[in-house]
Structure formats: C-alpha cells, structure tokens
C-alpha cells in the first residue's frame, strides 16, 4: 500500500519536474533565437582585395554631361571671274570687271580672249557665316603707271546666293608693257560681338600693253622712230641733190 502511494508521488514529481523544465526551455528558446538573429544581422568586414587590384568604388555624383563640338562653317562655292583687256591705245580708257558669283556646278570659266579681253576664272571656297556675321567683299587694283579709277579699294555686301561685281577704269599714261595685282578680300564681323576678321581670297597678276594712236606696240614705235630717223638724215644730208644728178649724168654717158 504505501509502495504504491510512494510510486504516485513520485510520478507526479516526476510530472511536474519535466512541466518545469519544459517551460524553461519554451522561454529561453525566443531569446536564444533573438540572439542568432542578432549576430546573422551584423554586418560583416569587407573582404580584402587581392594582392595586385585596385579596389572599385560607386559614384559619388552624376557625371557631367559630355560637350559635343561645333561643327565648323559649311563652305560655299563661288566662281570668281576677271575680264581686263589686254591692249589700250594712249589716250583711251578700258573697263577692268571682277565678278564674284555663286556656283553650285563647280564650273570653272577657262582663260580665254574675247574681242580683245582676256577673260580667266577659279573656284574659291568661303566660309559660309551670312547667319552670325555681316560679310563684306574688299577688291582692289594696283597698277604703277596707270590711272585707275577708283584709286583705292572698293566694298560690297556679300549676301547668300547673291554676286558681287567690281569695275576699275584704266587709262596708261604712255606706250608700254604694265604689270598689276587685282585683290580680293572678306571682311567678316561677328554681330554679337563686334570681333572683326579679314582674309584674303585671291591675288591675281595681269599684264596689259599700251599702244600709240596707230596701234603700234612699243616695240613696233620704236624701230619705226629709228627708220625715220635714218630717212630723215639722209634726206637732210647736205648736196644730196647734187650727188643725185651727177651719178644720173654718169649713167646717161654709159648708157
């Protein structure tokens, strides 16, 4: 009898011990649990980089934009043309012409002559600025020896799509050969800010020869000047007359 009240108590002790630690055990469980998850939650030391690398790091800010430069002036094409004569008598003038034309063909005008005109013309390239910039064409003629009207240089407005003519007139002074330099500039100015450029475009060299009332070259005039001169001093040369009748007697005899 007393075994078994014995062996009912200590089963329920046994009972309520493993109740005990049962419960014990369900609580420490969520703390245990927090403090995994406190230890899977801590950051981790970087990894070092391997020996021989650079390490990489992000951008601190956007990069900047990356500027595209400005394509340069789109050239235009022109046809510059010069008509001169190539002979002037004295006392006459003659009408020196340079055209500057667009051309969109590339045509170039051959040297030719033409009822006495030399006519030459060349393909230039301009920069083409007529949005940004006032463009003025500057054409000059010099010339030692010879009037030449206007004396200095002349201007004109040079548009897109629009020609720009310049006329000299010529007179020589005297009989010969006469060298000149026919000029072209642009004169470009930046509407915004004023700034001022000047190029040179073309220099071109002509000759022209000027001739006396007969059309006669110097060359010409001059051996003429010498016959005369020749005739005029024998004609002149002292008892010509006689000399001449005498040999007409002599040959009379013979005869």
């Not at 009240?5 to 245990?32: D, K, Q, V, Y």
């Not at 939650?41 to 900047?64: D, I, L, R």
């Not at 094409?77 to 969109?104: A, M, Q, Y």
């Amino acid at each position: 009898m007393n075994f078994h009240i014995f062996s009912r108590r200590n089963f329920f002790i046994i009972l309520a011990l493993i109740f005990i630690l049962t419960s014990a055990g369900c609580a420490a469980s969520p703390m245990a649990g927090g403090a995994g998850g406190n230890e899977s939650e801590a950051p981790s030391e970087p990894m070092p980089a391997p020996v021989g690398t650079q390490p990489v790091f992000a951008p601190t800010s956007a990069p900047e934009p990356t500027q595209i430069p400005i394509p340069p002036a789109i050239n235009e094409s022109r046809r510059l043309t010069l008509e001169f004569p190539s002979r002037i008598r004295i006392g006459e003038s003659e009408t020196l012409r340079l055209t500057l034309e667009v051309d969109n063909l590339g045509n170039i005008t051959p040297t030719a002559e033409f009822e006495g005109n030399v006519v030459t013309g060349e393909t230039i390239e301009i920069p083409d600025l007529y949005d940004t910039h006032n463009v003025t064409a500057e054409a000059r003629f010099d010339s030692a020896g010879m009037q030449i009207s206007p004396p200095e240089g002349t201007y004109e407005p040079l548009k897109r799509g629009q020609s720009a003519t310049f006329y000299w007139n010529i007179r020589p002074q005297e009989t010969g050969k006469y060298s000149g330099t026919v000029w072209l500039h642009l004169n470009f100015e930046n509407r915004e800010t004023k700034e001022k450029d000047r190029i040179a475009i073309s220099a071109q060299i002509i000759e022209i020869e000027a001739v006396d009332f007969f059309g006669l070259s110097v060359d010409v005039a001059r051996a003429g000047g010498m016959v005369g001169s020749v005739l005029g001093g024998v004609i002149g040369f002292p008892f010509l007359e006689d000399i001449v009748k005498f040999l007409f007697k002599k040959r009379s005899k013979k005869t």
